[in-house]
């Protein structure tokens, strides 16, 4: 089984950085995606930014050049790194990771969301 641990989110005033970590235990054989969605209440989840195993990266337009998605795969933990925040990035930040356990089973799993409040 695979599983999915958050942490880093918290409230900071407009400007400031925050970093967001996502770490996946479990019996995994290899993480092929990670990634990083965010959603507000009564919204569509938005997605804000991917990578792949390779380090291929994807963001959305409204963080490009203030937020860098990385990752770790010998601790299969994907990180985000949040600057110069706007009262606009205020979300639950969801982690979601996609690959392949070692019965060879796929998984896709998401994580229980960190909430991240950014004051004016």
């Known amino acids: 089984q695979v599983q999915l641990v958050e942490s880093g989110g918290g409230l900071v005033q407009a400007g400031g950085s925050l970093r967001l970590s996502c770490a996946a235990s479990?019996?995994?054989?290899?993480?092929?995606?990670m990634g990083w969605y965010r959603q507000a209440p009564g919204k569509q989840r938005e997605l804000v930014a991917t990578?792949?195993?390779?380090?291929?990266?994807n963001y959305a337009d409204s963080v490009k050049g203030r937020f860098t998605i990385s990752r770790d795969n010998a601790r299969n933990t994907v990180y985000l790194q949040m600057n110069s925040l706007k009262p606009e990035d205020t979300d639950v930040y969801c982690c979601?990771?996609?690959?392949?356990?070692?019965?060879?089973?796929?998984?896709?799993?998401w994580g229980q969301g960190t909430q991240v409040t950014v004051s004016s």
């Open positions: 990578i792949t195993s390779g380090g291929n990266s």
């Open positions: 979601y990771a996609r690959g392949l356990a070692n019965d060879y089973r796929t998984f896709d799993l």
């Open positions: 479990g019996s995994i054989l290899r993480i092929n995606y």
